[in-house]
Every structure is written in structure tokens, then in C-alpha cells.
């Protein structure tokens, strides 16, 4: 050996140890256990299930299986809709939905068909529009619009689905430059200035998608509902994604809406039972919406509240309380009997409607993230023997029901 190669050798060595320790730490650090192994269930059979669930909801029958519809294409490409059975429309929420579904599965083509559908039909490019930067959250399969404003649950999985497209597939040009519209979106969420315009035919006043005061995600952006909001809006996992990517000068504002949301939603769970209000005030407390008074109670948005704070959990491990609150819910549900607990309750408990619905199970199974293992098995197993939803109310409860199975499974992971 030349005594001039060890110089090179040594700074060689010295650069691929650099490299190591440069990885991103967060993604790193995350453990996604698999509940359904640790609950006994073999890598086949968890494979299997995951495969002919995604299979059947997005290529099944058309007429009692499907949610998932291919309608042409345009000068971008493929366009596909995720279907509302039973209301007939299309929802920003299941399109969101169903991007997350596609880009965990590794299915790009399916991802852009449905972004796709999105922005062809969904966004609003106009600046003089109340939702100017966001989507229309209900829409008929033609395009028009039901209502032109926007339920953020929408945005937000839209933009974590496509930052993690972005990083686990790679950018491309157009709307399929992954983190290019993802950024966008998620400074339009921040950022975005108050607009009063015209929408479904009367004068609105829209604002952004986040109250600033309180770091906190709005039920909607018009007023006067823009100054509440909804706890299975609260995606505190989310928001460290979108601070990891986001402009720097967004950044801290992000950390910020995180903790935020974590605290809001210990709040917001009751302390007893631990379910929340579908709707909120920025406070914790129950919001009864003058149109719907139900909101105030724990209904089918509340579901997701104790699914998003276990994910949470589970990747971040920044709140602690999130244990002891994931622990306190599946607690009342065990005690109201696992083949007897119904789907909506008060705050405090008493049942409103029976009746065990696949999303709601798949939203206490995933809750096992967070909980002790000994409260949370039977959650597991009865999500495991949950069949595949057909027929007219097959929406919502499949799009739950997918998602917590790669939840479960250890196959819902973060792409940085």
C-alpha cells in the first residue's frame, strides 16, 4: 500500500460514517410493532387480509364492493374516485383517504388517478374564491359541487400522503411534483389570508385553514364556524411530518400546532370514559353545531379522535398522557360489553345507538397502539374477525377498516 492512498482511505471512512449518522433520526427511531403478530396471528394470514381487503375495495364488485371508481382520463393522466355509497358523492376526506391507503400499498397509479380526480374537480385555483387553496369537500361523481367549502380532515391527509409519495417514490412534474404541491398546500393551511367572495351562489367570508391564536385546525374555514373545531380533525402525527418539510420559517409553527393538538385532545377527552365530541370549541369543550346537535356528543367523526392521538403516540412518543387516555377508552368500551358496545354515546357514557360498525372496531383496535397490551387484546382480536363491508354503507367503514389494518399490521409508516 502507498502511504499517499491512506489519506484517501481515512477521509473514505470518515464520510461513510458521516453518512450513517446524517439518516433522519425520527424515521430511525420508529418501532411499528404488529399487533395482529403479537396478538398470535401469522405473517400469512396478516398479509392475506391486508392484500384481499385492498383489493376487494378498490377493484371489487362494482355494485356491492367497491369504493373505488376509474372515470377517464384527462392531459394529466387517469382519473378515480373513492365513492360515498350511500350519500352518492365524492368526499375530500375518502379521496385523502384513499391517497394514504394508495402510497402505503405502494400503488402510485392508483395515487395519481386519485389526486388526479382531486385537483381536477376538487381545488380551487381561484384567488377570489372563499376556499381559494383547498378543496371542495363534498362533490357529485360529475364534478360539480355539493358544497364548495372545505372539512379539513381533507387537507390534512393530503398533504401528509403527499409528502410521503414524494419521498417514498420521488417527484415528478405538474401536480405529480409530490412535495412541491404538498408544500403549498400546507402554507395555504397557515398562511392563507381572509377572503370574502362568493360561494354556492352566496356571499362567504373564508380564513385560513389553522387558527393562529391557538395553533389548532378549524372545523371549517367560513364563518362563524371557522372559530371551532372538530377532535378527529386534531393529526398531531401529521404535523411533525409537515415540520420536517415544510418551509423553515413554517416550521416551529407546525411543532407548535402539534403539542397543541395533543393538549386540546386532553382536554377534549372526558375524564371518565375518555370519548370525545364529534365538534368542538378551541377550548376542549363540546360545540352542539345549531344544524346538527348531536355534535356534541360521541359520534362517527369522534371515532378517529383516540385512533389519531395512538398513531401519535406510537411514532413520535412525545405524549405520554396519550397512554393513560388510550387505556381509559378502551376501558369503557370493555365495560360496556364486547359484543354489546354501541356507536355513539354522550360524553359521559350513556349509549344513544347500538350496533358495533367495522370503522368504529378498527378505530379501537388501532387505540391498542397506545394502550397496554392486556386492555387492548380483545380490541385486536375482534377487529381481526370484522368481515370486509358491502353493500350501501360500505364508505366510511372500509376506509376505516383499510386503514387500520396497515395501522395494525405495522404497514402505515412514515416516508421522510
Given at each position: 500500500?502507498?502511504?499517499?492512498?491512506?489519506?484517501?482511505?481515512?477521509?473514505?471512512?470518515?464520510?461513510?460514517?458521516?453518512?450513517?449518522?446524517?439518516?433522519?433520526?425520527?424515521?430511525?427511531?420508529i418501532?411499528?410493532?404488529n399487533?395482529?403478530?403479537?396478538?398470535?396471528?401469522?405473517?400469512?394470514?396478516i398479509?392475506?387480509?391486508i392484500?384481499?381487503?385492498?383489493?376487494?375495495?378498490?377493484?371489487?364488485?362494482?355494485?356491492?364492493?367497491?369504493?373505488?371508481?376509474?372515470?377517464?382520463?384527462?392531459?394529466?393522466?387517469?382519473?378515480?374516485?373513492?365513492?360515498?355509497?350511500?350519500?352518492?358523492d365524492?368526499?375530500?376526506?375518502?379521496?385523502?383517504?384513499?391517497?394514504?391507503?394508495?402510497?402505503?400499498?405502494?400503488?402510485?397509479?392508483?395515487?395519481?388517478?386519485?389526486?388526479n380526480?382531486?385537483?381536477?374537480?376538487?381545488?380551487?385555483?381561484?384567488?377570489?374564491?372563499?376556499?381559494?387553496?383547498?378543496?371542495?369537500?363534498?362533490?357529485?361523481?360529475?364534478?360539480?359541487?355539493?358544497?364548495?367549502?372545505?372539512?379539513?380532515?381533507?387537507?390534512?391527509y393530503?398533504?401528509?400522503?403527499?409528502?410521503?409519495a414524494?419521498?417514498?417514490?420521488g417527484?415528478?412534474?405538474?401536480?405529480?411534483?409530490?412535495?412541491?404541491?404538498?408544500?403549498?398546500?400546507?402554507?395555504?393551511m397557515?398562511?392563507?389570508?381572509?377572503?370574502?367572495?362568493l360561494?354556492?351562489?352566496?356571499?362567504m367570508?373564508?380564513?385560513?385553514?389553522?387558527?393562529s391564536?391557538?395553533?389548532?385546525?378549524?372545523?371549517?374555514?367560513?364563518?362563524?364556524?371557522?372559530?371551532?373545531?372538530?377532535?378527529?380533525?386534531?393529526?398531531?402525527?401529521?404535523?411533525?411530518?409537515?415540520?420536517?418539510?415544510?418551509p423553515?420559517?413554517?416550521?416551529?409553527?407546525?411543532?407548535?400546532?402539534?403539542?397543541?393538538?395533543?393538549?386540546?385532545?386532553?382536554?377534549?377527552?372526558?375524564?371518565l370514559?375518555?370519548?370525545?365530541?364529534?365538534?368542538?370549541?378551541?377550548d376542549?369543550?363540546?360545540?352542539?353545531?345549531?344544524?346538527?346537535?348531536?355534535?356534541?356528543?360521541?359520534?362517527?367523526?369522534a371515532?378517529?379522535?383516540?385512533?389519531?392521538?395512538?398513531?401519535d403516540?406510537?411514532?413520535?412518543?412525545?405524549?405520554?398522557?396519550?397512554?393513560?387516555?388510550?387505556?381509559?377508552?378502551?376501558?369503557f368500551?370493555?365495560?360496556?360489553?364486547?359484543?354489546?358496545?354501541?356507536?355513539?354515546?354522550?360524553?359521559?357514557?350513556?349509549?344513544?345507538?347500538?350496533?358495533?360498525?367495522?370503522?368504529?372496531?378498527?378505530?379501537?383496535?388501532?387505540?391498542?397502539?397506545?394502550?397496554?397490551?392486556?386492555?387492548?387484546?380483545?380490541?385486536?382480536?375482534?377487529f381481526?374477525k370484522?368481515?370486509?363491508?358491502?353493500?350501501?354503507?360500505?364508505?366510511?367503514?372500509?376506509?376505516?377498516?383499510?386503514?387500520?389494518?396497515?395501522?395494525?399490521?405495522?404497514?402505515?409508516?412514515?416516508?421522510?
Amino acid at each position: 500500500m502507498k502511504l499517499t492512498q491512506v489519506p484517501v482511505m481515512l477521509l473514505c471512512l470518515v464520510f461513510l460514517l458521516s453518512c450513517k449518522s446524517i439518516q433522519p433520526n425520527r424515521k430511525k427511531s420508529i418501532t411499528y410493532r404488529n399487533l395482529f403478530s403479537e396478538a398470535g396471528y401469522s405473517k400469512d394470514s396478516i398479509d392475506h387480509k391486508i392484500q384481499s381487503t385492498f383489493t376487494q375495495l378498490f377493484f371489487g364488485d362494482k355494485e356491492r364492493e367497491a369504493i373505488c371508481y376509474f372515470s377517464g382520463r384527462n392531459q394529466a393522466g387517469e382519473l378515480a374516485y373513492i365513492l360515498d355509497v350511500n350519500n352518492n358523492d365524492v368526499r375530500s376526506e375518502g379521496m385523502s383517504y384513499g391517497m394514504m391507503i394508495a402510497v402505503q400499498m405502494d400503488k402510485k397509479e392508483l395515487f395519481n388517478a386519485l389526486w388526479n380526480w382531486s385537483k381536477t374537480y376538487m381545488y380551487h385555483g381561484d384567488s377570489a374564491h372563499p376556499a381559494f387553496g383547498y378543496f371542495a369537500w363534498s362533490l357529485k361523481t360529475s364534478g360539480v359541487a355539493n358544497d364548495e367549502m372545505p372539512a379539513p380532515d381533507g387537507e390534512g391527509y393530503f398533504a401528509t400522503a403527499l409528502y410521503f409519495a414524494a419521498a417514498r417514490w420521488g417527484n415528478g412534474t405538474g401536480i405529480y411534483h409530490y412535495k412541491k404541491e404538498a408544500g403549498q398546500l400546507v402554507s395555504q393551511m397557515k398562511n392563507r389570508k381572509q377572503i370574502t367572495g362568493l360561494a354556492m351562489g352566496r356571499k362567504m367570508t373564508g380564513l385560513s385553514l389553522f387558527d393562529s391564536a391557538h395553533a389548532m385546525v378549524r372545523f371549517t374555514t367560513n364563518l362563524p364556524d371557522a372559530n371551532h373545531t372538530d377532535a378527529s380533525y386534531h393529526l398531531p402525527a401529521f404535523y411533525e411530518v409537515w415540520a420536517a418539510n415544510a418551509p423553515q420559517d413554517d416550521q416551529a409553527f407546525w411543532k407548535r400546532a402539534a403539542d397543541s393538538s395533543r393538549s386540546y385532545l386532553q382536554k377534549a377527552a372526558h375524564p371518565l370514559t375518555g370519548l370525545t365530541p364529534d365538534y368542538g370549541n378551541f377550548d376542549g369543550s363540546p360545540w352542539a353545531a345549531p344544524w346538527r346537535a348531536e355534535s356534541a356528543t360521541f359520534s362517527y367523526d369522534a371515532w378517529r379522535s383516540a385512533m389519531n392521538w395512538s398513531v401519535d403516540w406510537s411514532w413520535w412518543k412525545k405524549d405520554a398522557a396519550a397512554i393513560e387516555r388510550s387505556n381509559r377508552i378502551l376501558v369503557f368500551f370493555k365495560k360496556q360489553g364486547m359484543v354489546n358496545y354501541g356507536n355513539q354515546y354522550s360524553l359521559e357514557g350513556k349509549m344513544l345507538a347500538g350496533g358495533q360498525p367495522v370503522g368504529l372496531l378498527a378505530c379501537n383496535a388501532t387505540v391498542a397502539l397506545a394502550a397496554d397490551q392486556g386492555i387492548a387484546t380483545d380490541f385486536i382480536h375482534a377487529f381481526w374477525k370484522c368481515n370486509i363491508p358491502t353493500g350501501r354503507y360500505r364508505y366510511y367503514d372500509s376506509m376505516l377498516m383499510m386503514m387500520g389494518l396497515l395501522h395494525c399490521s405495522g404497514n402505515f409508516k412514515v416516508y421522510l
